[in-house]
């Protein structure tokens, strides 16, 4: 069975045990979250696909914070020629790392 849920404005497709890495989210190191915004469950034993409308009810995607970090700096440039412009930024976007516990799917 695998799932698409939405997380931090982006549409991630999973199954249990994958562990995978999001946008920065407020929770503790080994506490568990629940994302309720599934889009979609396919079920590969009953060979059934449930799409919510927006989002399916009764349906949760489990998981377990496994830890915190940084992904590597961008460094971003603006650069006129001949014009004595250039500015540089850099920017390091946080994110959580978190493992798939179960989905839960309550079909109709």
Do not use: W
């Not at 199954?15 to 979609?40: H, K, N, Q, W």
């Not at 799409?51 to 970090?69: E, F, I």
Request: proline content about 3%; overall charge positive; hydrophobic content about 30%.
């Amino acid at each position: 069975m695998y799932a698409v849920f939405e997380s931090g404005g982006k549409q991630h497709r999973v199954v249990t045990g994958e562990t995978l890495s999001l946008e920065r989210l407020d929770a503790p190191i080994g506490s568990d979250i629940t994302f309720d915004s599934v889009l979609m469950v396919k079920d590969e034993e009953k060979d059934k696909v449930s799409v919510g409308t927006p989002y399916l009810a009764n349906c949760k995607v489990n998981a377990r914070v496994v830890s915190h970090s940084r992904q590597p700096k961008i460094t971003v440039i603006k650069f006129k020629r001949r014009k004595n412009y250039l500015r540089r930024k850099g920017h390091k976007q946080q994110t959580t790392l978190v493992e798939i516990t179960s989905i839960e799917h309550k079909g109709k």
